[in-house]
């Protein structure tokens, strides 16, 4: 009778799981193996795939210039946007780490841009903003500036509107930093308080190491966010000038989906995320160095 028991439970659970094991079988696990597959592959959509071995991966290193210069125009993108997200994400939740009437709404007006995301309106909507007629040009031309520069065509400018895209979407970090302020305790202030310290070395010295574990977590999910960045630099900037904003996920979908060269997509798609894993590796190593965790103190 137990037996009988144990093997309708089982059954339940399996039933409750298979929806989302179908999912991930079919879904998932078969379109990573076929694109595996598809990376060693001359394959243009409309015929059969033919077998090329590693040639997608030498044309990609050894004889495609513009996959070099949108894997560079990525890593600049990452290692400038990044950082600046994270660093106005943390200095808006420390001024919302008040109780203070209002604060509540003010929060959720900070975390909209973030709500809406990498949409097609969002980018539409920076691309007037940033545009020879758009608001910016208008608002240098009342302070009596030259407004007449195309922000988007000029090769020094163009990918900064995009840092400051992503610098502007910064309320889920932003979320996150709070909740990690929140949980500092007050009595480590007071202390510092009574020895003398003032707000930069409170900060120094108290909020920033016991906000390392947040900071590692925030570094990671934006630094891989960063490295697959697609939407703004397509509706934004269409990858120009010069490729200065083709990224390198852009130049995936348009190798992959415009010039039908399926196999040499699957090969990028592979490499990227080799390099995603690896950088994510470098920086896991790294933590145990600047990540301060509570429990060890003990």
Known sequence: MANVRRRKDEAAGYLFI??????????TLLPI?????????????????????????GTMF????????????????????VPLRLGVALGVAM??????????????LYYAPSVVGDSI?????????????????????????????LWL??????????????????????LIFLAGLKQIPGELYESASIDGAGPARKFLRITLPMLTPIIFFNLVMQMINGLIVFTPALVITDGK?????????????????ETFQMGYGS????????????????????SSRWVFYESESA
């Open 153 to 174: 065509a000029d090769p020094r400018f163009a990918i900064w509107t995009l840092i400051l895209l992503a610098a502007w979407q910064f309320g889920s970090a932003m």
């Open 121 to 149: 309106a969002v980018a539409v909507m920076w691309r007037q903003i940033f545009g020879g007629e758009g608001l910016l040009n208008s608002l240098l031309r009342l302070a009596g500036l030259p407004g007449k520069r």
């Open 18 to 27: 298979g929806p989302w094991l179908f999912g991930f079988l079919v879904l």
């Open 62 to 81: 050894l004889a495609d210039p513009r996959y070099w210069r949108s894997a560079a125009a990525t890593l600049y993108y990452a290692a400038c946007a």
């Open 267 to 286: 090969a990028m798609a592979w490499v990227l995320m080799a390099a995603v894993a690896l950088l994510s590796a470098l920086v896991f190593k790294s």
């Open 95 to 108: 001024l919302l780490n008040k109780n203070r009437r209002g604060v509540a709404a003010f929060r959720a």
């Open 241 to 257: 000038p010069l490729d200065t904003t083709n990224f390198y996920a852009l130049y995936l979908y348009r190798r992959a989906f």
């Open 33 to 57: 193996l076929a694109s595996l597959w598809l990376s060693f592959t001359d394959y243009d959509i409309l015929s059969p795939p033919r077998w090329a071995g590693l040639k997608n991966f």
